[in-house]
């Protein structure tokens, strides 16, 4: 009381704070609140009350629609809100809302919001309440009941953030003896003796158990009371505790026992009307029972609905009911309740756990359910699926669909493992061809490698009994995996193919993949108004259907075209909303794609550290192993760790590029190589460089590499630097790409200007790039400008060569780029001009403390080369490289090489 008194004034006065009970059933929790609320009466404060029931679990919001909407005046638009019940955005709205509501309403008299058993809140509350709870600037006091122990991860893990955010927590325990002596006397009217504490003790302190005691004695004639002193006959625990609910309910008439057992199998709190449609009796016919069952201390009203007096007894009621009867009852109860109006979702709880297999209704009811929750919450929904089909019976020609949305599910809420462990045990088993092609066209995963997927559209599509509709899913997915992995031949035969049945069926999924997989040719071919024009007519199919996942592919890409030409603000748009839609629904087939699309339009914009902050947002193990998505986090983050001089970055990006070659797809092996060639060029080290970039024959323009212009520039650079002439044909066939569309894209045109420039060491023609590029990439800009400085350097230009570098010293230092920052100092410096850049000292040990030779001979080392083919190949003294592996090793904390490998590799 004195926590709950302190918390209350503090509230009086404008703080707000979160409260959590804890403790076991029956030990005063709710009893609690009910102090609270006096309390918080009594301290002028408005109270708003909110209860979570295991039956409405997965309905979402229920305790807090409860404790706003339902109050009186209201706290937020219920109308409006309701309506957001069938939106896909649900969630993310919702707390939104509410939060406003709430402020606004506290802002007039200070809340305190008060949530009952929230081991059974539904995954919205919870959510809600870790981003709710925790302002201790609006006046709100959050309480909140727990049973100790109970409810989900969900559950354990709002407990945590609230903990972590300095939630007060009263964890309640048995009551002391002197306690239990109170209670005694407050229910008996009457000092207790000693053979009544002695019974009394039997209650191990815990309330519920202490008043059912004294409940029972009363009711079997045990208690004497006289002479303001109560005593106990007898030494043994009153009927109703130690005969159990079988003889409780036998001691009522048939039909309140009747009664009371259908009520077992009903939700939590339950109208007495469906009571009667239980029983097919008339609602007024059984007033007598219910009353008796009240007087019974069984059920008690709340509201104008019925409840049992404590979980405790509903529980022990649904034990005293034989296994069978129970399910068979309560799956009746569902039906009732579907035919009063529920939704399938407030069901489904119950149906999953009643229903037979074979039972049709309880599927379509569980397949509904699934679809209905999940937009907010793929788990729950991925569970109902899996139920449906355990019920659904094996000859079912449904199957096959009903796998496949399970699957879709299970990987929208990360558990890959059983989506395919659920596609192996459906196939092993006898299945139709058409419901193996089902299951193999949603079984793939988002961290998955491209060829395993395309491996089951292979397979699919080898079976001869699939319909034309599932057959033009499995072309158009397999070219669209393909061409986004650089594994589709010259000739385009299975694309035109896929187009062909796309059209052919009209099936609008194949459509819209086709469509995107089209634009994404026309766009590596240099046709980027045309892709984007195509995808302007797969924008408009999108906004029929259910959405799939080729909707978020074509959202994706579309948005990626946007970036690419350099309409950032509209890029911007698209991506905000793409990944607020893709976090909202939990998409995590979609979350790693649009983090990429946002660090690019950050990058574009030259901020490095947001662009980092967004990758880095994202954990690891959901970018996937080898695919295009992981290979352009490792790019973007290299350009980042590159410009921002972050060498420890740069070398754990180098690490994970070189355990990536040769990747799965040409694409990827690419990606790698460039990244490690960047590293090479940055640690000084050409021929290395050289050796990387020209590794593969990749087309260098494709909207599939998130740094396609950094790519082709430094390339460029590396080709002019070290007179390569393959190298300079690459790049060459490159530029003719870019300059292939007429009209030019300005930006298209003003990289290529640049990328001239460098080749052709055309100072006049690097300056005009640069001004071109000024409104579209700083950074590309600050390179123009440095490299046309350093080539009026070289021609004794200095006055032009001067004001070039500052340019480009300006605009690095501007956008967090040191390291370019410190290269055009040097630049500068040699033309007498100072240029200084604050930097943190180097660190002493670690990736980072290693210097440029140090790096470059641990990689080569790494690679399998001695000390004397480094020696060789980096025209250095054997005695040198020694010394840089000494050093290199004492700063990694390591001493063989054996260790190094195992540090680069991750085996530890
Ligand atoms: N401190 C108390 N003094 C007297 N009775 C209590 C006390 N705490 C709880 N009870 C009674 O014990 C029973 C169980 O308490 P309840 O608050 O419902 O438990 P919980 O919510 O923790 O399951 C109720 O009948 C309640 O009135
Ligand atoms: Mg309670």
Known sequence: MKVIGALVAALARGRGGVLVIEG??????????????????????????????????????????????????????????RRLGGSADLRYWVVRDLADAIRTAAAQTPLVIVLEDIHWADTGTLLALRSLAVRPDTPVLWVLTARTGAGGPAVRETLGVLQRKDASFLRLNALTQTAVADIVLDAVRARPDASLLTLADKAHGNPFLLMELLGGLHEDGRLDVSGGRAAATGSALPCRLAAGMQHRLGGL??????????????????????????????????????????????????????????????????????????????RQSVTIMLKLGAAPAEVATQLARTAEVGDLAAIAALRQAAQSVGHSDASAAADFSRRALELMSPEDTERGALVAETMVLLNRATRYEEAQQLAASTLSAEVSQEEEAEVRLRVWAANEAPQRRIEENRR??????????????????????????????EERTEINNAVRAAEATGDLESRILCGTT???????????????????????????????????????????????????????????????????????????????????????????????????????????ASTEVSMNRTLILAEVAAHTDDRSLLQQLVIEAQDAYPGGSPLVSQGAAYVIGLAAWH?????????????????????LWANVFDQLILTARVASAAGDAGLRARVLQGLEVLERERPALPLFTAVAQRTRGLLERDADGLVAAADALRSWRPLLHAGAAEDAGVEFARRARNADALAQLNVAFDLYMEHEAVADARRVGRALRGLGAERRIVSQSRAKTGWG???????????????????????????LSLHTVKTHVHNAF??????????LTRLMHGSD
């Open 849 to 875: 403390s290693l210097t440029d030779s140090e790096l470059t001979v641990v990689n080569l080392i790494a690679r399998g080369a001695t000390n004397r083919d480094v020696a060789t190949q980096l025209h």
């Open 24 to 81: 076991p059933p029956g030990i005063g929790k709710s009893r609690l609140l009910t102090e609270v609320m006096a309390l918080a009466d009594k301290g002028g404060v408005r109270t708003l009350f909110g209860e979570a029931f295991e039956y409405q679990r997965t309905v979402p919001f229920f305790s807090l629609f409860m404790a706003t909407l339902r109050a009186d005046p209201p706290v937020g638009d219920a109308e409006a809100l």
């Open 683 to 703: 640690h000084g080290d050409i021929h290395e460089a050289v050796r990387w970039l020209s590794r593969d024959s990749a087309p260098v323009l494709t909207p």
């Open 460 to 489: 699919a599509l080898e079976l001869a009994a699939v319909s034309d509709v599932i057959r033009a899913r499995h072309q158009a997915w397999m070219t669209f995996f393909q061409v986004t992995n650089g594994l589709h031949g």
């Open 253 to 330: 008439s048939d039909a309140a026992s009747q009664v009371v057992q259908v009520a077992a199998v009903l939700p939590d709190r339950f109208s007495a009307g469906l009571v009667a449609a239980m029983l097919e009796r008339q609602p007024a016919s059984l007033m007598a029972a219910v009353q008796e069952a009240m007087r019974a201390d069984l059920l008690v009203e709340d509201d104008d609905q019925l409840r049992f007096r404590h979980d405790l007894l509903r529980q022990a009621t649904r034990q005293a009911l034989p296994g069978s009867l129970r399910r068979a009852m309560e």
């Open 518 to 624: 089209l634009a994404l040719l026309d766009f590596a071919d240099g046709f980027a108004a045309r892709a984007i024009d195509r995808m302007h007519d797969v924008d408009a199919m999108t906004r029929n259907g259910e959405p799939t996942m080729a909707h978020v592919v074509a959202a994706i890409h579309a948005a990626g075209f946007t970036v690419f030409v350099g309409a950032l603000d509209d890029a911007a748009a698209e991506v905000a909303s793409g990944a607020a839609q893709a976090r909202r629904e939990q998409n995590a087939m979609g979350i790693p794609s649009w983090a990429l699309l946002g660090a690019m339009v950050e990058v574009a914009w030259g901020r490095q550290s947001a662009a980092r902050r967004i990758i880095e947002g994202v954990p690891r193990e959901q970018w996937g």
């Open 890 to 899: 004492a700063k990694l904390g390591i001493n063989s090489r054996a260790q």
